[in-house]
């Protein structure tokens, strides 16, 4: 498996557009999650997937964050519109839920986002 | 609820020397505890864990222990080499039902050749 695949893997957009951020998790996970990574607040989790339903969106900043699943291997999160705080690595995860399994998440290489 | 405490955020020790890194965690019913390294640039990657029911797991020159009565765990790096530089999160959850990871804020780990 070529593991989670994110892209695009730098964006750098001007304040207001809409960024969209892509990812594909491993083949065969049920647990998906995006994390936004900053020097200021390290790794946060923004929102989580169970077999494609959020389960836990507590963690989205605002209503300018949406995430979506439409199917099980491939999950958008979407930022309309951008602010330059919003300047960060946006990672996404899997694992998978089984309960013999662990929480192993495995994360993808992550998309850098630069907000001007 | 969980809320992952880690200290220190930088560490610099030389090439050879061992290198310790503690985590406390709130929620006394969390039961999993990973680490992972974050090399620069790249994406972070679980290099060990341990379950609760365990108080101390090893693999080579890293072992993790964990104390439930204190609510800590800690990692220790052995002989660390330069390849060891990065930044190490420590994380914790609870293992077979909410599956999301609370994170530690992360230790710069240099190793000094």
């Known amino acids: 498996d070529a593991g989670v695949i994110q892209s695009p893997r730098h964006e750098v957009t001007e304040m207001g557009q809409e960024v969209t951020l892509r990812c594909k998790p491993i083949?065969?996970?049920?647990?998906l999650f995006w994390y936004r990574q900053t020097m200021m607040r390290g790794l946060e989790l923004l929102i989580y997937?169970?077999?494609?339903?959020?389960?836990?969106d507590s963690g989205m900043p605002e209503d300018r964050f949406s995430a979506k699943m439409p199917n099980a291997s491939f999950s958008t999160l979407k930022i309309q519109p951008s602010e330059p705080r919003d300047s960060a690595v946006y990672f996404c995860?899997?694992?998978?839920?089984?309960?013999?399994?662990?929480?192993?998440?495995?994360f993808g290489a992550g998309t850098r986002l630069s907000v001007l | 609820g969980e809320n992952v405490e880690q200290h220190p955020s930088t560490l610099s020790v030389q090439e050879g020397d061992s290198a310790v890194i503690k985590c406390t965690y709130s929620?006394?019913?969390?039961?999993?505890f990973p680490w992972y390294k974050q090399e620069l640039g790249k994406r972070p990657q679980l290099i060990i864990d341990?379950?609760?029911?365990?108080g101390e797991k090893k693999d080579q020159r890293i072992a993790v222990t964990l104390n439930k009565t204190a609510k800590h765990f800690s990692l220790h790096i052995t002989e660390t080499q330069p390849e060891d530089s990065a930044v190490y999160f420590c994380?914790?959850?609870?293992?077979?039902?909410?599956?999301?990871?609370?994170f530690g804020s992360g230790t710069q780990l240099t190793v000094l050749p």
């Open positions: 995860a899997s694992s998978f839920g089984q309960p013999i399994a662990k929480n192993i998440q495995y």
């Open positions: 083949s065969g996970h049920d647990y």
């Open positions: 997937f169970n077999n494609n339903v959020p389960i836990d």
């Open positions: 929620d006394s019913a969390s039961n999993y």
């Open positions: 341990i379950r609760s029911n365990v």
């Open positions: 994380a914790a959850t609870l293992s077979g039902s909410a599956r999301q990871l609370t």
